[in-house]
């Protein structure tokens, strides 16, 4: 029986190859760090494990009320009871138009996004006709009226945008003391 013979190089790519998804996705935003400040429904800063500047996050996938619409202070407050000074996992998806990274933030494992709509503090975020990655669990939410769904017309915070413009100043976020 003849072996192959294996050549160094064929060797390091073949691990390369292998372990790419690996690098891959270390470069593309995945870590964890504290949650420091959350700002509202589905913003807060993380301070990385590794140290450095926190982050400031837009979590992906939900749609938390405006903090001066109905439903906004009890949404920031639900999320930071939830991962207030608790370590967090990111997975950093882009950047918005406010320099927030739009990421995916996980919990022991747990969804945040997922739990704020299953909750009734979040609706899942719409894109055009996709009615969203939470579309079932917000159907549930309203249903059983969870939340902001057990108001008979709560309104989305994107049209409350479309109608009311941004908020008119800033309110205090929760912070470590």
Known sequence: ??????????????????????????????????????????????RPDTGGRPHKIRVAGMDAPEICQSGGRSARDALARRVLHRRVNVATRANDDYGREVARVSLGGDDLALWMVTQGHAWSYRYRLDDGPYAAAQAQARQARRGLFAQPGAESPRDFRKRHGPCPRPVPTLRPR
């Open 1 to 46: 029986m003849v072996r192959p013979r294996w050549h160094w190089g064929t060797v390091l790519a073949l691990l390369f190859i292998a372990n790419y998804h690996l690098l891959a996705r270390a470069d593309a935003g995945f870590y964890s760090g504290i949650v420091i400040r959350v700002v509202d429904g589905d913003t807060l800063h993380v």
